[in-house]
């Protein structure tokens, strides 16, 4: 009918661009979400880079901590064991002063008493049997029985003045033995007092720097009585 031809054409126009608007908007929409997307994309990247750099940062932080944890431990534990080294190094080195120092006095201490007893021997022999005239008016022709008892007394003096010589020697040695265990025992406490008053944090250093020495005060102990033993022998 023609009567319906212009709104069959006006129908198709608008279903034409009914079509060509959807074709633009979906084109348009398209647009938006791509752009929408990238833009989404573009702001996780950054959100995960700079996630990622905190991390490495942080980690790096803590890898520092560490590293200087560790340096500092080894520092500690650097200075804790030299010092306790020191004072078991010093500590013998004197307990060696005073056993050298004991020898050598205990020599002189013995020669010494050996001198008196020679020279209280002369002197007993001498008063014993007196002058020449004294044997020939007082013993006659027993003068050997005069001499022999002279010297009988003389030995008396001699061995009495060496007995008192040991004496004197053992005494020394003994006091001069008791002053070394006294230094070693000073040593050991003073190693233990420096490993109390160690804070908690490095303690374990300390202990174990002690377990390490205790064997060498203990030579020490032992080493003193082997030099008692050879003065003996």
């Known amino acids: 009918d023609p009567a319906f031809g212009p709104t069959l054409t006006a129908r198709s126009s608008a279903e034409k661009h009914e079509a060509d608007a959807e074709a633009k908007y979906r084109q348009g929409e398209n647009k938006v979400q791509d752009q929408a997307e990238n833009a989404a994309a573009h702001a996780l990247a950054k959100d995960l880079t700079g996630i ?4 490495v940062q ?4 803590v890898d520092t901590q560490k590293s200087g944890t560790k340096d500092k431990n080894a ?7 030299e010092t306790i080294a020191g004072i078991k190094d010093k500590t013998r080195a004197d307990v060696e002063v005073i056993l050298a120092s004991m020898e050598t006095e205990a020599g002189n201490i013995f020669e010494a008493g050996l ?15 007196g002058g020449v005239g004294t044997w020939l008016t007082t013993w006659g022709s027993d003068w050997d029985k005069l001499i022999e008892r002279s010297l009988g007394k003389a030995r008396v003096q001699y061995m009495q003045q060496v007995d008192l010589a040991i004496d004197e020697v053992v005494n020394f040695i003994t006091e001069r033995l008791k002053a070394a265990k006294q230094r070693v025992a000073a040593g050991r406490k003073e190693v233990e007092d420096f490993v109390k008053g160690l804070d908690a944090s490095v303690k374990q250093f300390g202990d174990e720097a002690l377990q390490a ?10 080493d003193i009585d082997q030099r008692r033993d050879g003065l003996i022998t």
Not at 213 to 222: I, K, P, R
Request: charge should be negative.
């Open 115 to 129: 001198k008196r007893a020679e020279q209280a021997y002369e002197d007993t022999f001498e008063e014993a049997k």
């Open 213 to 222: 020495v205790s064997e060498e005060f203990d030579t020490m102990g032992t």
């Open 58 to 61: 942080q980690l790096g932080k």
């Open 52 to 55: 990622h750099g905190a991390r």
């Open 75 to 81: 520092r500690e534990r650097q200075r804790i064991t």
